[in-house]
């Protein structure tokens, strides 16, 4: 079976085709810039080791989309005849609200549903409402499977994602925390349990660290706390996000600068986090090339990074009772060897202790970074998202 699995952005659109029963790739790439001067498109089939670059100007997605089919479908380098043999498309959804638990397939109520919920992820949801309006139009009766980053999350308690505002404001408006990241987490998470050997109890704390960044508390393969809120914007320092801050503080700088509710908002998503502090760059690799430079401003950023992540686990770790296994994950947790030393140093009253010199070496697949001796087993595991949406595509396609 062939999913294509699409992630849209609101002016790019990633994409791969892949056999989940098999988990093999026949192709991925990105299009990017899409509605915007200089758009191109990225375009790899791994079976044939070929890869290329095509800038052409993508005014919509549909563009995007009919460039991705025709690099998949060409009778050169494509991986596929034609676009019968896609038995479905998944995409990724950010948003599901409380209306989505579980992926599902996609019908006239199920888009309604996803748009209703476009309030709370106005950057995000419409975009992905508009991959999955572009692949009905562009391959009509094939089966479209929308997966959420949120769905993961919704087995937390109301303990752990309300906010102590006034009851009405989450009956009337939906405000709780929901979480994202969720495929990552739930891919994440069961990989580490099958390292495991699937036991009937884990307490696992998985690090989703990349610009965007999230710590979930999974127990016993559910996720029972997790660091983003109502937004993305809530949890541990990132890229360019705030991440935690006292809401009395936004209200101040809003007031003494003068500043707009969007200028507000573009001010804690857009410019703060690791480019707020450092200045420079919302990049880890250049913010480490500051570090080791003297930068003092990197430095600080680092320092912040870590602790502000360390702090999660530290509470994470008392929500579970203890902590059998850390794993990392996202191009931060999967790269910076340097940031994952600095996050587990201090942890020993836990029982966690790295292995520093496997640690430093740059190794592919899952790794253990864990001593010997370690109580606490610690994974670098790379996250597969579009493998989990492939796989739940295939699921519900095959209950129909």
Do not use: W
Request: hydrophobic share 40%; charged share 25%; net charge negative.
């Amino acid at each position: 079976m062939k999913i294509l699995v699409i992630n849209c952005g609101s002016s790019s659109l990633k994409y791969q085709l892949i056999n989940p029963e098999k988990e093999e790739v026949f192709a991925k790439g990105l299009c990017e810039r899409i509605g915007i001067e200089g758009s191109k498109m990225e375009y790899e089939a791994l079976e044939k080791n070929y890869e290329t670059e095509i800038v052409k100007p993508m005014p919509t997605h549909k563009e995007a989309l009919e460039m991705v089919i025709e690099a998949i479908t060409d009778k050169e380098n494509g991986v596929i005849n034609s676009v019968d043999e896609i038995d479905a498309i998944g995409h990724r959804v950010v948003h599901g609200g409380e209306d989505f638990a579980s992926s599902v397939l996609i019908t006239s109520e199920v888009l309604k549903a996803i748009e209703k919920n476009n309030d709370l992820a106005p950057l995000h949801n419409p975009a992905n409402l508009l991959g999955i309006n572009t692949c009905m139009s562009i391959m009509p009766n094939k089966p479209n499977i929308a997966v959420f980053d949120t769905a993961f999350h919704q087995t937390m308690a109301p303990k752990a994602y309300m906010y102590a505002l006034p009851y009405e404001d989450y009956k009337e408006l939906k405000v709780r925390k929901y979480g994202f990241h969720g495929t990552s987490h739930l891919f994440v998470s069961e990989t580490m349990r099958n390292i495991m050997g699937n036991p009937d109890h884990s307490k696992i704390i998985v690090c989703h660290l990349g610009n965007g960044a999230s710590i979930t508390a999974v127990l016993d393969g559910k996720s029972v706390d997790t660091s983003m809120g109502l937004t993305p914007l809530q949890g541990v320092m990132m890229g360019t996000r705030s991440g935690d801050i006292d809401p009395a503080a936004v209200l101040f700088i809003k007031n003494k600068r003068n500043l707009s509710d969007a200028e507000m908002d573009n001010r804690l998503n857009k410019k703060s986090g690791i480019l707020g502090i450092f200045g420079k760059s919302s990049d880890c690799r250049d913010m480490e090339t500051g570090v080791a430079s003297g930068d003092e401003r990197a430095k600080l950023a680092e320092d912040m990074f870590i602790y502000k992540i360390k702090t999660y686990i530290g509470a994470y770790a008392a929500i579970l009772g203890g902590v059998d296994a850390i794993c990392f994950a996202g191009g931060i947790g999967e790269n910076a060897a340097g940031i994952r030393e600095g996050i587990i140093e201090g942890l020993d009253f836990l029982g966690a202790k790295i292995d520093k010199d496997i640690n430093s070496k740059r190794q592919k697949g899952n790794v253990k970074l864990s001593t010997a001796d370690s109580k606490v087993l610690i994974y670098k595991i790379p996250t597969n998202e579009e493998l989990v949406i492939a796989k739940d595509t295939y699921s519900i396609v095959n209950k129909k």
